[in-house]
């Protein structure tokens, strides 16, 4: 329709020498923006003297449409009778992208004109209106700023959404609860947007910019913060529950971001996360159940991240053995060391456990029973989901066990393999024995007379020497006591040493029965025996006491014979 | 002289009396031993230190205190006045014989008899000890030498009063009567005595002041359970420190007071020969550890008195007009 390249000039120029009518517009030359539809009312007028059709037509630069219309109606011909004039109407569309220049554009009717639209994009398309142009919060709050946006040209706008913020401050536009970014206007028309502003927590008190932007079109609006929350640090708060709604206990929550750290969940299966500020990934992990990751969680300083509930779920199989006694210390010669074990299945499938000890040094026998008493040993385990057993681990020892550390280690075998160290410390048996020579603890002996207490010391104890043993006696006061030997370095098991402990009666002790304490004390363990002593009177005190008696007689009887007679 | 101081010696032995007493005071003494040997093991198996002589039951008034003193009275009040009596002191004067060879005998012959006496319940004391398989150290048997030794001035003490007695009186029972009084006069009255001079020279004890003493607590309310509130020295510097100069002074007085009144009462308890006897057995016991009491003015007076005594009997003796 529209003639192109030579051809059109020349059709314009046969037009022109064979004009026969007119085409006239009031309008010459227009000023217009992008995207605008200018609207043009030619008046056509037909010369000739007959009846005539004229087509309608024009040549506009590339991107530039028009369209004819008649009575609401587009048109291509019209038909006009002799001398007659119609107005038709032209709608002319700037394409969007024009630039800022003047284009010209003909329109043919018969006749032709020119039309000369001058593209000028206006400085503010759009019109603006923030609803306050100050605003006061602390750090870290969201501020909803209603912002008004009026489309001031004669054409629908397209305008993008922007907005200019301090670092680290996030913003977004709403319409209504949808987030836009970009949106049409119609000419004239009038829509409110929410601008939401969320402040960074570690911003310092004062004044801020925002500037948002509509295309290229900004306005300002200044945030003051009132209360920063620099260098604190912010909190991620979570509960861990099971599929089945319970609450997951001492999950591990491992946050990983501006730094590592691993909070444990509460009985309750809650965790509050204290952080520095940033983007974290969250990690729940738990035994028996699979583990889950939260990615990208932004903690900010003074503020609390509600993570809400995380939910975790079980893994078929999953067991744990637990030891109350991992390091077992146990004498030797005192029975059999026993470990206790529970086996808790925290999977949600039954298992079966095979029970097996490896490290056990030659000779060494264990078994595991269901319950301490029992002397029936099981090699199987069967533990329910969600339940719990106990089992017994007892180290049969041999005779010739020697006192050291033995590292064992304990295997569950089923549909979920265990294995845990346990550490076996044996301990020598310090048993010291005091044997006196003839097996008398009972001596008999007179005053000012030496007695001596004569015994075997033995070391009757298993696998380990007593060493530094130091002999004494604890004897009534005034008595003056010594041990031969005094000291022994070191008694080896099995081995004695005879010991005489000797002590000096005074001649002033009265007869009497007294105690001597033996005591044989070493590094490992001591020993106190009791002797008794009995002091007899001397054999000739009884003869001395009469005949003292008896002279004191004599000598009065004596003297009364010898001056009793007148 | 020999042969009156001989003779003296035999009457007193062969007497009923002397050996009546004796013997009772050798039963008592045998008891106090045996009672003391028991105490005596106690102590030593609880570990406590005891004299030696404690055995003889040195602070018991039986036994030697009253015996004693009976047996030294009983021995002398008729020495003289039974001669006068019985007119044997003539015959005994018409020998070439002196007065005071004839007190002197007889002084000796007691003397002597005593000692024996006082020997022998010793000796037999001994032997029972050594029956109980206790055998007394060295210094044990000084302790029990100078245990006889007091024993016998104690006595012969109270020979000498009788003595005494025996020469100022005119017939025996009166020399009895004198000699107990004055037996009463040492042993009850010059202690009561003393006591009575010294509280009137010295006067009623001081009194305590009328604050309680400054680190008493204060005693809780009768039947409360209130905690027992101490006075804080640090809360109330200016009362405590008046209330203690207040007991210092107290306590100070005090002890000068009963200074005195030991001071006044002792000057007469040392002519009682019983307070001097014991106080100077009591120091027999003690061992250098702790500090020993003064007891020279003890030794003094219970030396004194049977010399006073037989001094005055002896210038009696001699001035005596022998009817």
């Known amino acids: 329709m529209v003639p192109t390249g030579n051809v059109k000039i020349i059709v314009i120029l046969l037009a022109a020498l064979l004009i026969v009518g007119s085409i006239e517009s009031d309008v010459k030359g227009v000023n217009a923006v992008p995207g605008e539809v200018l609207k043009f009312w030619l008046t056509i007028t037909n010369d000739y003297e007959t009846k005539t059709s004229?087509?309608?037509?024009?040549?506009?630069?590339?991107?530039?449409?028009?369209?004819?219309?008649?009575?609401?109606?587009?048109?291509?011909?019209i038909q006009l009778d002799a001398k007659e004039s119609r107005i038709i109407e032209f709608w002319l569309e700037v394409p969007r992208d024009a630039e800022e220049k003047e284009y010209t554009v003909w329109v043919y009717a018969l006749d032709s004109t020119t039309l000369r639209i001058k593209v000028r994009m206006p400085e503010?398309?759009?019109?603006?209106?923030?609803?306050?142009?100050?605003?006061?919060?602390?750090?870290?709050?969201?501020?909803?700023?209603?912002?008004?946006?009026?489309?001031k040209v004669n054409t629908e706008l397209e305008v993008n959404l922007s907005c200019t913020v301090p670092e680290n401050w996030t913003w977004r536009y709403l319409d209504g609860e949808t987030e836009v970014y970009r949106l049409i206007l119609k000419p004239g028309e009038t829509r409110q947007l929410n601008l939401e502003i969320e402040t960074d927590s570690q911003a310092d008190v004062g004044e801020y910019a925002v500037k948002p932007k509509m295309n290229n079109q900004t306005t300002e609006i200044l945030v003051y913060i009132t209360k920063t929350h620099k260098g604190e640090k912010g909190k991620v708060k979570l509960k861990v529950v099971g599929k089945d709604g319970r609450a997951v206990e001492s999950a591990q929550v491992r946050a990983v971001g501006a730094v590592e750290e691993t909070f444990m969940t509460s009985a309750e299966g809650e965790a509050v996360v204290e952080l520095p500020q940033g983007v974290y990934s969250i990690e729940v992990i738990k035994n028996g159940y699979f583990s889950k990751e939260i990615k990208d969680v932004e903690v900010k300083a003074g503020k609390v991240k509600d993570l809400g509930?995380?939910?975790?779920?079980?893994?078929?199989?999953?067991?744990?053995?637990?030891?109350?006694?991992?390091?077992?210390?146990?004498?030797?010669?005192?029975?059999?060391?026993?470990?206790?074990?529970?086996?808790?299945?925290?999977?949600?499938?039954?298992d079966i456990f095979k029970l097996k000890v490896y490290g056990l040094p030659e000779n060494f026998y264990y078994r595991f029973k269901e319950s301490q008493e029992s002397v029936e040993g099981v090699s199987e385990v069967f533990v329910k989901s969600g339940e719990a057993k106990e089992i017994y681990l007892e180290v049969i020892l041999p005779y010739n066990a020697e006192p050291g550390s033995y590292n064992l280690s304990v295997k569950a075998d089923g549909n979920y393999d265990m294995e845990k160290t346990i550490i076996l410390v044996l301990r020598g048996e310090y048993v010291l024995r005091l044997e006196p020579v003839g097996g008398r603890y009972l001596v008999t002996a007179e005053p000012g007379k030496v007695v001596e207490l004569r015994f075997l010391l033995m070391n009757s104890g298993r696998g380990a020497s007593v060493t530094n043993l130091r002999i004494d006696a604890e004897v009534p006061s005034g008595w003056s006591v010594s041990a031969e030997p005094s000291q022994i370095s070191a008694l080896m098991p099995g081995d004695s040493v005879?010991?005489?402990?000797?002590?000096?009666?005074?001649?002033?002790?009265?007869?009497?029965?007294?105690?001597?304490?033996?005591?044989?004390?070493?590094d490992q363990t001591s020993l106190q025996e009791e002797f008794k002593v009995v002091v007899k009177e001397k054999s000739n005190a009884a003869l001395i006491g009469g005949a003292v008696i008896v002279i004191s007689f004599l000598v009065l009887l004596v003297i009364y014979r010898k001056f009793g007679r007148r | 002289m020999s042969i009156v101081a001989k003779k003296e010696f035999a009457d007193q032995i062969s007497s009923k009396r002397f050996l009546?007493?004796?013997?009772?005071?050798?039963?008592?003494?045998?008891?106090?031993?045996?009672?003391?040997?028991?105490?005596?093991?106690?102590?030593?198996?609880?570990?406590?230190?005891?004299?030696?002589?404690?055995?003889?039951?040195?602070?018991?008034?039986?036994?030697?205190?009253?015996?004693?003193a009976f047996l030294g009275l009983l021995m002398g009040f008729d020495l003289v006045t039974k001669e006068k009596e019985e007119g044997s002191l003539k015959t005994l004067l018409s020998h070439p014989v002196y007065r005071d060879s004839v007190i002197n005998c007889k002084a000796i012959g007691a003397f002597a008899a005593l000692s024996i006496?006082?020997?022998?319940?010793?000796?037999?004391?001994?032997?029972?000890?050594?029956?109980?398989?206790?055998?007394?150290?060295?210094?044990d048997v000084v302790d029990v030498f100078k245990f006889g030794v007091l024993t016998l001035a104690y006595t012969f003490t109270f020979f000498a009063i009788s003595l005494f007695a025996s020469t100022i009186a005119r017939n025996s029972g009166t020399a009895l009567i004198i000699a107990f009084g004055f037996l009463i006069l040492f042993m009850a009255i010059l202690p009561i005595f003393g006591e009575i001079v010294a509280q009137s020279i010295v006067?009623?004890?001081?009194?305590?002041?009328?604050?309680?003493?400054?680190?008493?607590?204060?005693?809780?309310?009768?039947?409360?359970s209130a905690p027992v509130v101490k006075i804080d020295e640090g809360k109330m510097p200016a009362e405590n420190e008046e209330a203690k100069k207040l007991w210092e002074e107290y306590e100070r007085q005090r002890d000068e007071y009963w200074k005195k009144k030991r001071a006044v009462s002792d000057t007469f308890s040392i002519l009682s020969p019983t307070t001097n006897y014991l106080a100077l057995l009591s120091s027999l016991g003690t061992r250098p550890i702790f500090e020993t009491k003064d007891t020279t003015k003890n030794l003094i007076g219970f030396i004194a008195l049977p010399v006073i005594f037989f001094i005055l009997s002896y210038i009696k003796f001699l001035r005596m007009d022998i009817v």
């Open chain 2, 117 to 139: 006496a006082i020997f022998l319940i010793l000796t037999i004391s001994l032997g029972i000890l050594l029956l109980y398989g206790i055998y007394p150290s060295f210094s």
């Open chain 1, 124 to 151: 503010t398309s759009i019109e603006i209106t923030p609803s306050f142009s100050g605003i006061r919060v602390e750090a870290g709050e969201k501020v909803t700023i209603p912002i008004e946006l009026k489309n």
């Open chain 2, 203 to 224: 006067g009623p004890p001081p009194r305590p002041p009328s604050v309680p003493p400054p680190s008493m607590p204060v005693p809780p309310p009768s039947g409360g």
């Open chain 2, 20 to 68: 009546a007493l004796a013997g009772v005071i050798l039963l008592i003494t045998v008891y106090t031993v045996y009672q003391g040997v028991q105490g005596f093991y106690n102590a030593y198996t609880a570990g406590m230190e005891r004299p030696f002589v404690s055995i003889f039951g040195i602070s018991s008034s039986l036994g030697f205190m009253t015996f004693g």
């Open chain 1, 54 to 77: 004229v087509k309608l037509s024009y040549t506009a630069p590339e991107g530039f449409s028009g369209k004819f219309f008649y009575n609401g109606k587009e048109v291509n011909w």
């Open chain 1, 309 to 350: 509930t995380i939910v975790l779920e079980k893994k078929p199989y999953y067991s744990e053995l637990v030891v109350a006694n991992p390091k077992l210390s146990f004498t030797l010669g005192t029975g059999n060391p026993t470990f206790r074990l529970r086996m808790e299945n925290k999977g949600y499938l039954d």
């Open chain 1, 498 to 522: 005879m010991v005489t402990v000797s002590t000096v009666i005074p001649s002033d002790t009265l007869p009497s029965e007294y105690k001597v304490k033996v005591k044989a004390e070493g």
